[in-house]
């Protein structure tokens, strides 16, 4: 099947470097050292805080939401952060997640609002999610690193490419399943497009749209371990030290730290679609 040569790889390169890089350089620092102090903020406040505080409020937030047995899960699984050292890292790794997930959130559901409302852009978004989604997770890495650099903020980035699409489908979804009797009364009692969408289709769309949420913060999480490659500091980082040592003992003790926040921030964000939904 090789009957023309397609240099797609020189093509790329010569745009990286000859006009990406040189031009929009200094335009891509301005966005690297905003976010760098946001995610360093928003880490130096988890680690100055005081462990025992945190786990309080992690414990009465988990019970609030889901239940006794996820408060006592997430009590236990602190102590266990702490027991193996490993409580810095995992404040580091969710830092990442949080600025990640916010920024997936504050970008993702308003496209998603307005791809359930217009069909031209509908139709621009729905590529472009696919393109995101199905986009192997490690060639991410690739331009962030061109652009960002090493670290947090390109681990940011990468998550927020790999984590937005199911904030965008999953609020795309949960407006266009409102009833349309609904949507007809409320615009027969004389309802404005602003009322329409604040006061009848979010609070109706809302289980699907925590849902997206709970999915976003889940991928974040899986990428930002993945992007410990990049220099992402963290739980990640801990796992992938195990890998290039081959000590399976501590990669062990940093995939069990995944799994502890990967539960309890799962079964909070479904806790709080739950009590949405009622």
């Known amino acids: 099947m090789n009957y023309f040569t397609l240099p797609l790889e020189e093509w790329t390169n010569r745009f990286v470097n000859d006009w990406l890089l040189p031009v929009t350089g200094d335009f891509f620092d301005s966005i690297s050292d905003s976010l760098r102090t946001f995610v360093d903020g928003v880490t130096d406040l988890l680690i100055a805080t005081p462990p025992e505080l945190l786990v309080l409020i992690l414990v009465l937030v988990a019970w609030k939401f889901s239940g006794k047995g996820l408060a006592l ?3 236990i699984g602190s102590f266990y952060l702490g ?9 580091q790794t969710v830092a990442i997640v949080i600025v990640s997930t916010l920024i997936s959130i504050i970008i ?3 496209l998603g609002i307005v791809a359930a409302t217009n069909k031209t852009m509908a139709s621009i978004v729905r590529p472009i999610l696919d393109f995101m989604q199905t986009l192997p997770s490690f060639v991410y890495l690739i331009p ?4 960002f ?3 947090n903020v390109p681990a940011v980035i990468a998550t927020f490419v790999f984590a937005t699409p199911p904030a965008v489908r999953m609020t795309t979804l949960g407006i266009q399943q409102v009833p349309e009797d609904v949507v007809e009364a409320s615009k027969a009692f004389g309802s404005t497009k602003w009322q329409l ?8 769309a809302m289980p699907s749209i925590m849902a997206g949420i709970n999915q976003t913060m889940m ?3 899986s990428m930002a371990v993945i992007a410990s490659m990049i220099g992402a500091p ?4 801990v796992v992938l030290e195990g890998i290039s040592t081959v000590n399976v003992g501590l990669g062990l003790t940093g995939g069990l730290g995944i799994v502890v926040l990967a539960i309890v921030m799962d079964r909070i964000t479904q806790g709080l679609a739950r009590k949405n939904k009622k």
């Open 149 to 151: 650099g090493l670290g």
């Open 108 to 110: 993702g559901i308003p």
């Open 219 to 221: 991928l974040a999480l």
């Open 144 to 147: 962030a690193i061109l652009l």
């Open 234 to 237: 963290g739980l990640g980082s």
């Open 83 to 91: 027991s193996v050292g490993l409580w810095e890292a995992a404040m």
């Open 197 to 204: 969408l604040y006061k009848v289709q979010l609070p109706l």
């Open 73 to 75: 899960f997430a009590l």
